[in-house]
């Protein structure tokens, strides 16, 4: 693909139409022209190009010079370039504006059970739910590869609203990383979490539940490329969702069997309440 034919694609896919881009590059090669030298130059009809030119003009793209014939300039590139972002940003304005007013069905996503097929994903899912907790936030982390620095982030937030924050990591290097990033969680050395065991070439990555109802449950598979971590998940809103049950049933199971064995874990009850 040409130079040319690259900023035609370029412009028609920040909203201008194929016949706008061609006559808006035309005059930029020509420095100025005349309609018929920038139909020539375009491969846009004649008979277009003055509706054509006009349009642009009016967007602030193309000036016109009152001559006989009359002559068309492109605008400085920078200026087109902020021009064509002011008008895509109002454009987003206004959908995310109309999107808003639309009426929501009833139903809601605390039906059924989501996947995530990519590692951003998986912590902007993470980082939705750490920003509304409101009583308590309970995270497995299976090693730090995943330990994203928006999730460290989320943890602390939380705990500086006063959501009891409880984080069980599979090494004392993992746990001072996070007791550094996240002063106000109770942070517990579980060495079992270094001994996970693959399941269909997947590893487990890191549990999260918070209020005791919203999980996300991930796994993290081996990238062919260097520091790379393909992490994969599912979650769910769900307090009465059985995927939900099991994990609170699960990981209440898990902190009693703890507790038993004489590990502290500071202000148990309240993750349970």
């Known amino acids: 693909m040409s130079k040319t034919e690259e900023a035609v694609t370029t412009l028609t896919e920040l909203g201008l139409t194929?016949?706008?881009?061609?006559?808006?590059?035309?005059?930029?090669r020509l420095s100025s022209g005349t309609a018929k030298e920038v139909s020539q130059v375009s491969d846009v009809p004649r008979s277009r190009v003055y509706d054509t030119i006009e349009r642009l003009g009016r967007k602030g793209?193309?000036?016109?010079?009152?001559?006989?014939?009359?002559?068309?300039?492109?605008?400085?590139?920078?200026?087109?370039?902020?021009?064509?972002?002011?008008?895509?940003?109002?454009?987003?304005?206004?959908?995310?504006?109309?999107?808003?007013?639309?009426e929501e069905p009833e139903s809601s996503d605390d039906e059924g059970m989501w996947s995530i097929n990519q590692s951003e994903q998986v912590v902007d899912r993470i980082v939705t739910?750490?920003?509304?907790?409101?009583?308590?936030?309970?995270?497995?982390?299976?090693?730090d590869e995943v330990l994203d620095r928006r999730i460290l982030e989320g943890l602390q937030s939380a705990a500086e609203r006063g959501v009891h924050v409880l984080v069980e990591v599979p090494t004392?290097?993992?746990?001072?990383?996070?007791?550094?990033?996240?002063?106000?969680?109770?942070?517990?050395v579980a060495g079992d979490l270094q001994s996970s065991e693959p399941v269909y070439s997947e590893w487990p990555g890191?549990?999260?539940?918070?209020?005791?109802?919203?999980?996300?449950?991930?796994?993290?598979?081996?990238?062919?490329?260097?520091?790379?971590?393909?992490?994969?998940?599912?979650?769910?809103?769900?307090?009465?969702?059985?995927?939900a049950v099991w994990t609170r049933k699960l990981l209440e199971q898990r902190r009693a069997a703890?507790?038993?064995?004489?590990?502290?874990?500071?202000?148990?009850?309240?993750?349970?309440?």
Request: glycine share 4%; aromatic share 6%; charged share 30%.
């Open 172 to 188: 004392e290097d993992v746990a001072n990383r996070v007791r550094d990033a996240v002063p106000g969680a109770v942070v517990v």
């Open 61 to 102: 793209l193309v000036d016109v010079q009152q001559s006989e014939p009359r002559e068309y300039r492109a605008v400085p590139t920078e200026a087109a370039c902020r021009r064509l972002k002011e008008d895509y940003d109002s454009r987003i304005d206004a959908a995310e504006n109309a999107l808003s007013q639309v």
């Open 18 to 28: 194929e016949y706008e881009s061609r006559c808006f590059v035309a005059p930029t």
């Open 206 to 243: 890191q549990l999260l539940m918070v209020d005791r109802s919203s999980v996300v449950a991930a796994g993290r598979k081996e990238s062919d490329l260097p520091d790379v971590v393909n992490e994969t998940a599912v979650w769910t809103y769900g307090h009465d969702h059985g995927f």
């Open 129 to 143: 739910f750490l920003e509304a907790a409101e009583k308590s936030v309970y995270l497995l982390i299976a090693t």
């Open 258 to 273: 703890r507790a038993e064995s004489g590990e502290k874990t500071d202000d148990t009850d309240e993750v349970e309440s």
